[in-house]
């Protein structure tokens, strides 16, 4: 029996295999966190033909595209280490402001992967160091893997109650350049580029970025209104590539907080200042996965799960025990990049006093700078590295100008919506004690995670509830 991701299936006897991959229990079958499952779909097409109920036919069938998945989540095991860095590090300077903060590390991922696949030399071994890779093979396998996985989950949620997902990519680019033949297949087939077209930066740049704002509004339902801000494109623009991602979650109906029990009350600002905001709660908030640490504690709450989607999504929030303790927590979450892709150790608490504040922002940045700062410089200069998006005979002066990300949330009484996208423009020239409250009534972090994989899809602080960019 081969696996799909390592070669090898370590379990020779299928009857055994499906057993010890997955139970099954009144609601369908359940994973059972082993490397098995990377063998069920290879035995569920194997032997399917051997079952005659055809609901059972159904639930293999079902079994074999869900293990398949989850085998591949485990195996790319997201590394973003250098992603969350850029988030922590922006995080602190806009709560500096008394700004509030949304990103995708998932987004900007997957968008530097893509910048890879077009560099080399040093430069690319810049990006792949960054991206925890040794190879552009492997940063295409795992990004092949990461979409994948996300695309079994497209369509899924809005038909079965599940989240609702939308991941794209696309690149516009100088017609008079052009796009190296193999880098136009890589992107195409590894990357899924839903549109590769090329324009007219050289005459029509202003009407390429409403183009290119257009489609990012379209690809995050509406959230994204302006991705590339005025003045963000010029005559000597030869490419933008451009990753895309929507998200809506509702609460299972259990947890779902009624609005007639949203209220107004004080939410306390770093600066000593107070608002009134509304705030949600659910009276009947009990078991609950929770966890206090020295400094901070965290809830978690689950999205709805539609059936037979293999992504299973949360949300958490990590709320600091002093009021001004914000900026003190995001350096802890700093210090351990690898934390927020690990299983907390949370156990259910009854929670009586619950209350979260009701929010809805953006925030948008160009993230040259802190990439910058956090040692990734090489993209940003004319070094020649640069010649794998095109045969141009100036492909050797081309260089990334600016990358632009922009993200949105909503949390309300139903659920979660959030939007993340990403452009990249290159141009030429401790002890636990569970506590029976959570009050966030002070800034906070939050973070939408899959559980599966523990991606972290959107990271933000709540500095001000009342702000809405």
């Given at each position: ?36 499952v990377y063998c069920i779909r290879h035995i569920a097409q194997n032997f399917m033909r051997q ?419």
């Amino acid at each position: 029996m081969r696996n799909p991701a390592r070669g090898l299936c370590l379990i020779p006897d299928r009857h055994e295999a499906i057993r010890s991959a997955y139970s099954r229990n009144g609601s369908g079958w359940t994973e059972n966190n082993s490397v098995d499952v990377y063998c069920i779909r290879h035995i569920a097409q194997n032997f399917m033909r051997q079952f005659k109920n055809a609901a059972l036919k159904k639930d293999i069938a079902n079994m074999g595209t869900k293990a398949l998945a989850i085998g591949e989540m485990h195996n790319a095991s997201f590394k973003t280490n250098f992603c969350l860095q850029l988030a922590y590090k922006t995080m602190l300077k806009q709560v500096g402001n008394g700004s509030n903060f949304v990103y995708s590390p998932l987004s900007l991922h997957i968008i530097m992967s893509l910048l890879a696949v077009g560099t080399k030399g040093k430069t690319l071994q810049q990006l792949l160091s960054v991206l925890g890779s040794e190879s552009i093979h492997e940063v295409n396998s795992l990004s092949s893997q990461i979409i994948s996985y996300i695309q079994l989950a497209e369509g899924n949620g809005s038909h079965s109650g599940g989240p609702i997902l939308s991941f794209i990519n696309g690149a516009w680019v100088e017609q008079s350049f052009g796009l190296k033949k193999s880098f136009e297949e890589v992107v195409k087939q590894v990357y899924r580029l839903s549109q590769v077209k090329e324009v007219d930066f050289k005459n029509k740049f202003f009407e390429v970025r409403e183009e290119v704002n257009a489609w990012a509004d379209n690809a995050t339902n509406g959230l994204i209104k302006e991705l590339l801000p005025a003045n963000s494109l010029s005559s000597l623009t030869r490419l933008i590539l451009v990753n895309a991602m929507y998200f809506k979650g509702t609460w299972p109906l259990d947890q779902r907080f009624d609005a007639s029990n949203t209220k107004t009350k004080t939410f306390n600002l770093l600066n000593g200042q107070k608002v009134k905001v509304p705030f949600m709660t659910n009276f009947e908030f009990v078991n609950y996965n929770f966890k206090s640490f020295e400094t901070f504690k965290i809830l978690q709450i689950p999205y709805q799960s539609g059936d037979n989607n293999p992504l299973t999504f949360s949300m958490y929030f990590f709320l600091p025990h002093e009021k001004e303790g914000l900026p003190y927590l995001i350096h802890i979450l700093n210090s351990n990049t690898e934390f927020l892709n690990q299983n907390f150790g949370l156990h259910k608490v009854n929670i009586p006093n619950f209350w979260i504040p009701r929010f809805k922002f953006s925030f948008d940045f160009e993230a040259k700078e802190d990439m910058e700062n956090l040692g990734l410089t090489l993209p940003f200069k004319i070094s020649g590295d640069l010649t794998e998006f095109s045969d141009s005979p100036l492909s050797s002066e081309l260089y990334v100008s600016k990358i632009f990300h922009k993200a949105c949330i909503e949390v309300n009484e139903e659920g979660t919506e959030a939007s993340a996208s990403t452009a990249v423009i290159i141009s030429q020239q401790r002890a636990m004690m569970p506590i029976p409250s959570f009050v966030a009534d002070h800034p906070f972090v939050f973070m939408i995670r899959e559980e599966t994989s523990m991606a972290v899809f959107f990271i933000g602080a709540v500095v001000n509830p009342l702000l809405v960019s």
